[in-house]
């Protein structure tokens, strides 16, 4: 059972933690909890750092800093577990044996030696381990960066040959879109790892990328469910059962979008690498890219980055003008960039083409196209985002008469 | 170097310990600096745990969570320091290789493997260490207790052979007596370890006596100096030299103190022993004992507790009533140890003679007496206190011309 900062956020709900996760003891099963640090505390204990240092701190005192937040919570879960009758002992990531890359701030896990967890278990424990930290085979002290303690759970549940990873939430589960779009959103009961991989990285933030693939790498039962009630969650496995004649699992949006147009760029080999490879030395991530036709030995070349990644793009793009030879470089933003996923696609020709034809119909231009086997994305106005995702909803049979569950906005940690 | 809660109590604070230490290091000197939590930190989590648990929580995990206190502070005070351009690097108790019993929220330190100390110290770097905290051999996180960052201190630099440990503080040094009540109070530039024992357990607060004790059977050169100017402290070591003509070193004094009678008490053999061992079985610590002589085969047996301890101790004396057979038994509040401390006294007879002589010449009665070699503590009318202390400091030729810097409460963790 993993549950996120804001689950865990003050004395109430931590006591509210203590009784599910005894009810779900009591059940019969041998439970591992991970939590994160309890709501605003790793964003104060990163404002008591700056208030130190004014330029960046040291990436290794700032773990040393950062971890203590989680220990607080694991202290308090098992204070609150025992309390209420349980038998509980709390664990830090080192102690746990979650051992990391020396690459503080964002390390990942290399390896778990979970004896010491292994131990209580047997002992009829419940353990409360400590998320998104560990240690280097040195001793040092590391956290795993975003999303990290999705991983913590799902790395144990790996290393236990858990049953199940219940990854506990303020949502219901993962939803065939934004709830807060589209009121009759569908809550999925199952989702395949790549499917889910693709609505958390369009912008589902449910449940973490890594997590993911780390869950789909060892095969680890997945359920994401709410903290707040006991509805079933959706299940996240390998091959996940579609509804009858549904082809597409989700809608998904990422308003994290600006759009660089470089125009007249002389064609000649090597051009686009140029470009590329100065993006990617300094670190710009870039998403979709299209290429026009060359006319009269130019050709214009569109690419999309993270919106605060943009004003660096450009300042690179002008430092190679020379170099590359184009004619004119533009930045666009107000855009936003919708997908329809699904693994049923692939089966299901026409898919894409129903998708262009649905924003067509609402009189919005489709700026940009990508796919994948289990995707297509449409870069539009971001103005038009709502009226997109509810006709899209619709078109591919996914609204459902009951109600969505929307809760505050969901955890990162 | 120590640094106690208040010293590193906001950030400011933090940074200004971060350029005593680099000032120091500049000096040509290495360092392990130890610290303890920020502040009232340790206060605010007792209390997070008191609204998730109502009764008391585990001692085990409260030292899981009290421990952050102090990792939080390591962190930023490294950070500091290097941001001023210092090599630094933190350690919590266990990454320093303190290894307590496992006796939660009141370990002490069976042994201390510093490798990673020295192999950073060998780098160059200066090293800060949690205080407060250890682990046990099956890697349990503790705490030490009250004065647990002193003991860090003192034990860290007794492993390392350390040339001197330097307890910061919020006060210059030791002085002859609380500056709050004798304004022109001395401090004290030498004291042995005995003498300072006697005074620390007297209530002048500056250094936990197990602090002192390890210190002393490790011989360490202590000094206690303020964190707040570079004033020189007074030096706590095995031989202290006395100013010329003083056989008295300082005057200490407790509030803490009831008195319980029990009065008419059967003389014979196993009388006493009966009460003090029913008061030890509830772990009632008994300070002064006072008999009176036998009159018509009954006595009167006084003796000094806690106030805290005095409800609890009158409900023992209560209980085996019938056993030991007295007639009446009766608890008095409003009192104060007063006493005279110095190692010259063993060769300056007549010292303790002086003390009840300038205590009677003001009209205030002696209700307890008590002496060691070192010591003469005399129970008295708390109202009259500073009265007291007052006269002996001058009678005791104490008194010098400089004002007393008087800082804040002393810290004790």
Redesign the interface.
Known sequence: MKFGGSSVG??DR??RVAQRVLDRAREGHRLVVVVSAMGDTTDD?ID??R?????S??A???D??L??GE??S???L???I??LGGEA??Y?GW?AGIFTEPNHGKARITDIRPH?VLESLEQGKIVVVAGFQGMTEA?E?TTLGRGGSDTTAVALAAALEADLCEIYTDVDGVYSTDPRIVKNARKLNEISYDEMLELANLGAAVLHPRAVEYAKHYNVNLVVRSSFNTREGTRVKEEAVMEQGIAVRGIAYDKNVARISILGVVEKPGQLAKVFSALAAERIDVDIIVQSGVTDGRADVSFTVSLSDAERAMQVIERIRDDVGYREATSQTGLVKVSIVGAGMVSNPGVAARMFEVISSLGVSINMVSTSEIKVSCVIDAERLNDVVRALHTAYDLDTDEQAFVGGPAERR
Do not use: N
């Open positions: 003050d004395a931590i006591k204990l008591l750092s208030q130190v240092v004014e330029s701190p040291s290794r005192e700032m040393m800093l971890s203590t220990q607080v694991i202290a308090l098992a204070m609150a025992r309390s002992v709390s830090t102690q010491r001793g002290i």
